[in-house]
């Protein structure tokens, strides 16, 4: 019975270390990022190429757009509507003021790849301001 007792407390604790040290490194390495860095969201800025810079992005990362009107920001379906720049099925995450002050946060907690794109003007067709993102999960890491 006494020895039965001492392995399962030595499960438990072993167990626990193992969710406090997953835990830790999920919650440790999340990281706020500023889309853009100081040049934040707007036109004439190459973001794809900025996000190639940024990579790797890891789940439950924050994304902020700063940027003011016109600008938005949308949530493309797929590659396709992506390359084309097709707005029609798209998700507008934040209209045009939602970019003032701290900007609008998005944040990245499915592994999945996020389209992200302006629909003003021809910023998107240029090729300019839109990027693709897919968070690594920690634990890959
Ligand atoms: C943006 O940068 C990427 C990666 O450096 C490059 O492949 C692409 O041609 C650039 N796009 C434009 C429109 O300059």
Known sequence: MKMMGSTNS???????LLVIAAT??????????????????RP??????WAL????FYINDKLVF???????????????????CDFKNAKLLASETNGAGNGFEVVLNQWRLYYFASSSGNDCSSGMMKFFAMPLPHWNY
């Open 66 to 84: 700063k940027y003011e009107a016109p600008q938005n920001v949308y949530l493309l379906p797929n590659l396709w509507s992506y390359i084309k």
């Open 24 to 41: 830790t490194l999920v919650v440790g390495q999340a990281e706020t990022v500023v889309v853009g860095g100081s040049e934040n969201w």
């Open 10 to 16: 030595a499960i438990t604790r072993g167990f626990l």
């Open 44 to 49: 004439g800025y190459n973001y794809t190429d």
């Open 53 to 56: 810079k940024s990579s790797p």
